[in-house]
C-alpha cells in the first residue's frame, strides 16, 4: 500500500511540471498571436493602449480553457514517455501494476481539471466575453476617450472640428491647434492656440477644451465684418455625443453561461433558429469537457514507445488528433447551429467515434502481448527517416565528390 501511494506521487510530480508548462505555454502563444491584432485595432481605433491589456485579460479564460486539455495530454504523454524510456514502466509492470492502476493519478487530474474546465467554459468564460465585447463597443464609439488623432480634422461633435499638430502625456497636452465651429444660424468660429487641454466637468455630456496663446475669429451674418480677438486663454466647451447603451449580456451564444443556454432552449417561445444555436452550444462545452476524460488513455498509448526505440511520433501524434477532434467538434456546432442536424447527433456521434477509437488504442498497448496501437506508423516514420538520411547523403556525396 506505501509502495503504491510513494508510485502515485512519483507520477502526480512528473505529471504536474510538463502539465503547468504546456499549459503557460499555450496560453501565453494564444495571448501572443491576439495581442498583436488587438494592438492594430486600438491604433486603427484611435484608443489608448491600456485598453488593449484589459481586452487581453478577458481573453484569458477562453485561452485557458483551449490550454487546459493540451496541458493534460502532453504533462500525462510526457511522465508516462519518460517512464519507458528509462524502463521504469516495465518495473512496474514486473511487479504487478497494471496500466489501469497507473491511470489513477492521471484520472485523477483529468477529474481536478474536467471541473476547473466547466467552471471557466460554463461560468466564468461567458461573463469575459461580454466584457471583451463591451470594450470594443466603447472602442468604437468613442466612449474609452479616443485620442485625437495628429495631424488630421477630427469631428468633435456635429458642428465643431479640430487639428492638432503635435500631442504629448498621452493626449492631455496639444499643441498647434485650430478649431472651427459652425451654427445653423450662420455664426462661426475659428481658433489658432499654441496649446490646449480638454478639462472635465460636472456635466458628464459636456467636456472643456481650454485653449492658451491664440488668435479668435467670430464671425456672422449681422457682422459687417469678422471679429478677431487675441487672447491668453479660453474655454471652449464641447457637447459629448451621446452614446448608445450597450446591449445587455446574452445577446449571443457565447455569453449565456450553460444553465442559461440550457433555460433559454428548453423555452418554448425562442425562436426555432436561435434555440438551434443555444442547443449546438451546450451540447458543444459539455463535449469539450468529456473529452478530457479521454486523454489520459490516449496519452498512454502513444507514449510507449517501440522497443529500442525513442520516437517521438506520439508527442505530435497527440496534438494533431487533440486539435482534429477540436475542429471537428467546432464544425458539427456550426452545422447544428444551422438547424441542420441534431445537435445530440451532430456532436455526441463523433465523441463516440473518438471514444471507441482511444479506447482500441489503449486496448491495443495495455492488453494485448507486444501490441503498440501506433505500430504501422512508427516503421513507416523509421523507414521514411531513413531513406530521408539516405537521400541527404547520397546528394552530399554528389556535391562533394572526393
Given at each position: 500500500?506505501?509502495f503504491?501511494?510513494?508510485?502515485?506521487?512519483?507520477l502526480a510530480?512528473?505529471?504536474?511540471?510538463p502539465?503547468?508548462?504546456?499549459?503557460?505555454?499555450?496560453?501565453?502563444?494564444?495571448?501572443?498571436?491576439?495581442?498583436?491584432?488587438?494592438?492594430?485595432?486600438?491604433?486603427?481605433?484611435?484608443?489608448?493602449?491600456?485598453v488593449?491589456?484589459?481586452?487581453?485579460a478577458?481573453?484569458?479564460?477562453?485561452?485557458?480553457?483551449?490550454?487546459?486539455?493540451?496541458g493534460?495530454?502532453?504533462?500525462?504523454?510526457?511522465?508516462?514517455?519518460?517512464l519507458?524510456?528509462?524502463?521504469?514502466?516495465?518495473v512496474?509492470?514486473?511487479?504487478?501494476?497494471?496500466?489501469?492502476?497507473l491511470?489513477?493519478?492521471?484520472?485523477?487530474?483529468?477529474?481536478?481539471l474536467?471541473?476547473?474546465?466547466?467552471?471557466?467554459?460554463?461560468?466564468?468564460?461567458?461573463?469575459?466575453?461580454?466584457?471583451?465585447?463591451?470594450?470594443?463597443?466603447?472602442l468604437?464609439?468613442?466612449?474609452?476617450?479616443?485620442?485625437?488623432?495628429?495631424?488630421?480634422?477630427?469631428?468633435?461633435s456635429?458642428?465643431?472640428?479640430?487639428?492638432?499638430?503635435?500631442?504629448?502625456?498621452?493626449?492631455?497636452?496639444?499643441?498647434?491647434?485650430?478649431?472651427?465651429?459652425?451654427?445653423?444660424?450662420?455664426?462661426?468660429?475659428?481658433?489658432?492656440?499654441?496649446?490646449?487641454?480638454?478639462?472635465?466637468t460636472?456635466?458628464?455630456?459636456?467636456?472643456?477644451?481650454?485653449?492658451?496663446?491664440?488668435?479668435?475669429?467670430?464671425?456672422?451674418?449681422?457682422?459687417?465684418?469678422p471679429?478677431?480677438?487675441?487672447?491668453?486663454?479660453?474655454?471652449?466647451?464641447?457637447?459629448?455625443?451621446?452614446?448608445?447603451?450597450?446591449?445587455q449580456?446574452?445577446g449571443?451564444?457565447?455569453?449565456?453561461?450553460?444553465?442559461?443556454?440550457?433555460?433559454?432552449?428548453l423555452?418554448?417561445?425562442?425562436?426555432?433558429?436561435?434555440?438551434?444555436?443555444?442547443?449546438?452550444?451546450?451540447?458543444?462545452?459539455?463535449?469539450?469537457v468529456?473529452?478530457?476524460?479521454?486523454?489520459p488513455m490516449?496519452?498512454?498509448?502513444?507514449?510507449?514507445?517501440p522497443?529500442?526505440?525513442?520516437s517521438?511520433?506520439?508527442?505530435f501524434l497527440?496534438?494533431?488528433?487533440?486539435?482534429?477532434?477540436?475542429?471537428?467538434?467546432?464544425?458539427?456546432?456550426?452545422?447544428?447551429?444551422?438547424?441542420?442536424?441534431?445537435?445530440?447527433?451532430?456532436?455526441w456521434?463523433?465523441?463516440?467515434?473518438?471514444?471507441?477509437?482511444v479506447?482500441?488504442?489503449?486496448?491495443?498497448t495495455?492488453?494485448?502481448?507486444?501490441?503498440?496501437?501506433?505500430?504501422?506508423?512508427?516503421?513507416?516514420?523509421?523507414?521514411?527517416?531513413?531513406?530521408?538520411?539516405?537521400w541527404?547523403?547520397f546528394?552530399?556525396?554528389?556535391k562533394?565528390?572526393?
Amino acid at each position: 500500500m506505501r509502495f503504491g501511494t510513494l508510485t502515485d506521487r512519483y507520477l502526480a510530480k512528473l505529471i504536474a511540471t510538463p502539465l503547468l508548462a504546456s499549459l503557460v505555454i499555450a496560453a501565453m502563444l494564444l495571448t501572443l498571436d491576439k495581442m498583436l491584432r488587438l494592438f492594430d485595432f486600438v491604433v486603427s481605433e484611435g484608443g489608448p493602449v491600456s485598453v488593449v491589456w484589459r481586452m487581453l485579460a478577458n481573453l484569458i479564460p477562453e485561452y485557458m480553457s483551449l490550454g487546459i486539455p493540451i496541458g493534460l495530454m502532453l504533462g500525462c504523454l510526457l511522465a508516462f514517455r519518460k517512464l519507458a524510456l528509462s524502463s521504469e514502466l516495465d518495473v512496474f509492470r514486473a511487479i504487478g501494476m497494471s496500466y489501469g492502476r497507473l491511470l489513477r493519478v492521471p484520472y485523477m487530474y483529468a477529474a481536478a481539471l474536467a471541473l476547473l474546465n466547466l467552471g471557466i467554459v460554463g461560468f466564468v468564460q461567458p461573463y469575459a466575453r461580454y466584457a471583451y465585447e463591451g470594450l470594443r463597443f466603447e472602442l468604437r464609439s468613442g466612449a474609452l476617450g479616443a485620442s485625437i488623432k495628429v495631424g488630421e480634422f477630427t469631428r468633435l461633435s456635429k458642428h465643431m472640428t479640430l487639428r492638432v499638430e503635435s500631442s504629448r502625456d498621452g493626449g492631455r497636452e496639444l499643441s498647434d491647434l485650430f478649431v472651427m465651429t459652425q451654427t445653423n444660424d450662420g455664426k462661426s468660429l475659428a481658433v489658432t492656440a499654441q496649446h490646449g487641454q480638454f478639462m472635465a466637468t460636472d456635466d458628464p455630456d459636456t467636456i472643456i477644451l481650454r485653449l492658451r496663446n491664440g488668435v479668435l475669429v467670430h464671425d456672422a451674418p449681422a457682422f459687417p465684418e469678422p471679429r478677431v480677438l487675441s487672447f491668453v486663454g479660453h474655454d471652449l466647451p464641447i457637447d459629448l455625443p451621446r452614446m448608445e447603451a450597450f446591449r445587455q449580456r446574452g445577446g449571443r451564444d457565447m455569453e449565456m453561461t450553460i444553465p442559461e443556454l440550457a433555460m433559454v432552449a428548453l423555452d418554448e417561445r425562442t425562436p426555432p433558429k436561435a434555440r438551434s444555436e443555444y442547443r449546438a452550444e451546450f451540447h458543444f462545452r459539455l463535449v469539450e469537457v468529456a473529452t478530457m476524460f479521454l486523454l489520459p488513455m490516449l496519452s498512454l498509448a502513444l507514449a510507449v514507445p517501440p522497443k529500442r526505440s525513442s520516437s517521438a511520433l506520439g508527442v505530435f501524434l497527440s496534438i494533431v488528433m487533440l486539435v482534429t477532434q477540436h475542429k471537428i467538434n467546432e464544425y458539427a456546432a456550426s452545422v447544428a447551429a444551422l438547424g441542420r442536424v441534431e445537435p445530440i447527433i451532430a456532436l455526441w456521434l463523433p465523441f463516440l467515434a473518438f471514444t471507441a477509437l482511444v479506447w482500441w488504442m489503449y486496448r491495443t498497448t495495455a492488453h494485448v502481448p507486444g501490441g503498440q496501437a501506433i505500430g504501422a506508423l512508427e516503421r513507416a516514420s523509421a523507414k521514411g527517416a531513413a531513406a530521408l538520411s539516405r537521400w541527404f547523403r547520397f546528394a552530399r556525396g554528389r556535391k562533394n565528390p572526393a
